[in-house]
């Protein structure tokens, strides 16, 4: 079983950078992927982005593309969403995830096939 804590996140105005960052304990993630979802109050939670730990693939939503990267610290075991320039859009609790087992590619961005959830960290962008 492997274990998420997420850090960073915060308040920024419009524009503005933020950065998170998941550390697993229990088990590496290995050759699976670790995600970032986030979901705001009435709102489903979206998927933001993900990247495979063996190789660095990556994948991103239509809303962060081009302004979100995702990026991976092997000797940390920990993987990072920077955002930039950022949105009062953007505005959500933000949560990593981690499947259990090899998840193909088609299914990266479906909330319901990842098994290990971090805690979630607030993200507020003011206008």
């Known amino acids: 079983q492997v274990h998420l804590v997420e850090s960073g996140g915060g308040w920024v105005q419009s524009g503005g950078s933020l950065r998170l960052s998941c550390a697993a304990s229990?088990?590496?993630?290995?050759?699976?992927?670790m995600a970032w979802f986030r979901q705001s109050p009435g709102k489903e939670r979206e998927f933001v982005a993900a990247i495979r730990w063996t190789d660095g693939s990556t994948l991103y939503g239509d809303s962060v593309q081009g302004r979100f990267n995702i990026f991976r610290e092997e000797d940390k075991n920990s993987g990072n969403l920077q955002m930039n320039s950022l949105k009062p859009g953007d505005t959500a609790v933000y949560y990593c995830?981690?499947?259990?087992?090899?998840?193909?590619?088609?299914?990266?961005?479906?909330?319901?096939?990842?098994?290990?959830w971090g805690q979630g960290r607030q993200v507020t962008v003011s206008s």
């Open positions: 995830a981690a499947p259990r087992e090899y998840l193909v590619g088609s299914r990266w961005k479906t909330p319901a096939a990842y098994d290990c």
């Open positions: 229990g088990r590496a993630f290995s050759s699976y992927v």
